[in-house]
């Protein structure tokens, strides 16, 4: 069974309505995506949407298990939109490994998706399932 994807809280909607239509298009997808992969990883929690640097941010509460994930798109970059996890994780270095030949992994936090192409569901829901279950997933340090 579906679950049903949250409705946008009104200042998460609004960043939403700032970035331009085909990023905020390609960004809803991935929310939704998100929240379907959260659904299907009772690990993961539950899910807080908030807005961290005037960006939708996205964060497992109850556990605390994974990473935020952060939706995002600049005017200074128009022809893409970023899914971002926090710097100090070994995210995109896992990532790589794994989609270095199918996604456009940048720097140590952001996977750049280009507007106007398919958006690579499979590579992004896989991303998004270990970027919610990080914490569980992670070596002791």
């Known amino acids: 069974m579906k679950q049903r994807i949250p409705d946008l809280p009104p200042p998460v909607a609004a960043a939403y309505d700032s ?17 379907e992969t959260a659904h299907s990883l009772p690990e993961a929690g539950q899910i807080n949407e908030t807005l961290k640097w005037g960006e939708p941010a996205y964060l497992t509460e109850h556990p605390k298990s994974g990473t935020t994930i952060r939706l995002a798109w600049s005017p200074k970059r128009p022809n893409s939109a970023g899914i971002f996890v926090n710097c100090r994780t070994t995210l995109l270095d896992e990532w790589r490994v794994l989609y270095g030949d199918t996604l456009d ?13 398919t958006l690579p569901a499979q590579p992004v829901k896989h991303c998004i399932s270990m970027a919610l279950t ?4 992670k070596p002791a340090q």
């Open 19 to 35: 970035y331009s239509r085909k990023a905020r298009g390609q960004l809803l997808l991935v929310r939704t995506i998100l929240y």
């Open 134 to 137: 990080y914490h569980q997933r």
């Open 105 to 117: 992994l940048v720097g140590n936090r952001e996977i750049r998706l280009a507007l106007g192409e």
